[in-house]
């Protein structure tokens, strides 16, 4: 009953850092999807995956990259953090296309992150 | 440009009452999907109730029910008889079909209004 899991929970960069957050979901999902979550901006999409092999743009791409390694696994990688990037990160999955159109996001726990 | 539009940041209720959250949405799609999420403290997101655009009837799941009105572009949900446990962030999402038509992909959130049900 994994689900999607999230690393690291926390993390702390200094300006100009580098990371990666790691996403992996156990539930033959088609999507997934990268989102950011800031008060009073509800949560923003920055890079979706529709399917193994696609990822696509969202709101908020800029400063990211991500990489879909494998149906299972949509990392999303901060190559220069800046404190802008400050915020709480949720990756989540759903079945996507073939599978199923109206299939609600089933959610990671998220991961807090601080840049200073 | 946003998409889906929560336009009360902050709601409060009494227990047992009724409330009814808005949102509105932007699109020239005739075919898409509506959800609401619940969040509450724990940060956990949690899928309350889904509308499919292409159905007329309105979604129910027991306490929890939406006006869709599909012309308006508008998609509420009421909360009745209003429970302590209700008390979280609530968010409306759109799901769009990608190019083509033929699947869908993005879907976006509003900005969320954050519900405190009052004892």
């Known amino acids: 009953n994994a689900g999607v899991t999230q690393t690291p929970k926390f993390q702390v960069l200094k300006t100009g850092q580098s990371m990666t957050l790691q996403c992996a979901q156990d539930?033959?999902?088609?999507?997934m999807y990268w989102y950011r979550q800031d008060p009073g901006m509800g949560l923003r999409l920055i890079y979706y995956s529709a399917s193994e092999g696609t990822t696509d743009k969202g709101e908020v791409p800029n400063g990211y990259n991500v990489s879909r390694l494998n149906k299972r696994e949509f990392s999303l990688r901060l190559e220069s953090a800046a404190p802008s990037q400050t915020s709480v990160y949720f990756c989540a999955s759903r079945k996507g296309p073939g599978q199923g159109d109206n299939s609600p996001l089933h959610f990671g726990n998220g991961t807090r992150l601080t840049v200073t | 440009a946003q998409t889906v539009t929560q336009s009360q940041p902050e709601m409060s209720v009494q227990e047992a009452e009724t409330v009814t959250l808005s949102c509105t949405y932007d699109?020239?799609?005739?075919?898409?999907?509506l959800f609401w999420y619940k969040q509450p403290p724990s940060r956990q997101m949690i899928l309350v109730i889904r509308q499919e655009a292409y159905k007329q009837q309105n979604a129910t799941e027991n306490r929890f029910s939406v006006n869709f009105q599909k012309a308006a572009k508008s998609f509420s949900l009421k909360i009745s008889d209003s429970q302590l446990g209700d008390t979280a962030m609530y968010f409306c999402a759109f799901l769009e079909p990608n190019a083509g038509g033929t699947s869908y992909g993005k879907l976006t959130f509003g900005q969320g209004t954050i519900l405190t049900v009052h004892p």
């Open positions: 539930m033959n999902h088609n999507s």
């Open positions: 699109t020239s799609e005739s075919n898409y999907y």
